[in-house]
């Protein structure tokens, strides 16, 4: 499973998005399931809330299962709260905590993310370097 995080949404979603094309491309590619987590589509509608239709289409991304929504628990913020506050100088937003938790709780590694900066610092387990689509 690739875990998809708030950017590639919003790019795909929105032709004049800098990584439009590049996120466009890539999904095209993608052979595996997607998944992601609230938060990070808790952003995404947030950062679409001008654009109605590009909000329906992430919608129904997830009820047409072309993103799985992951769970997240009780159980899952000890850990989320440990690495906000390890990348805290970056600053590790909820949404990429969560899905770094979920990579980790599930051995996931592969992000399809723009957010290339961050991710490329954040470690799983504390030492396994993400794999960054696209």
């Known amino acids: 499973m690739i875990l998809v995080d708030a950017g590639p949404l919003i790019a795909i979603m929105s032709t004049n998005d800098q990584h439009h094309v590049a996120c466009t491309t890539a999904l095209k590619r993608i052979n595996r399931p997607m998944g992601t987590v609230w ?3 808790s952003e995404a509608i947030h950062l679409l809330s001008g654009v109605p239709k590009a909000q329906d289409a992430i919608w129904e991304m997830l009820l047409e ?3 799985q929504l992951l769970p997240l628990g009780l159980s899952d913020v ?9 990348y805290s100088d970056q600053p590790m937003d909820l949404a990429d905590a969560s899905l770094v938790r979920v990579a980790e709780r599930e051995n996931l590694r592969h992000f399809f993310t723009v957010d290339r900066n961050d991710f ?11 794999v960054i689509i696209p």
């Open 78 to 86: 000890p850990r989320i709260r440990e690495l906000m506050h390890k």
């Open 65 to 67: 299962n072309a993103v």
């Open 39 to 41: 938060p990070v589509l």
């Open 120 to 130: 490329s610092i954040y470690r799983l387990h504390g030492r396994v370097r993400p």
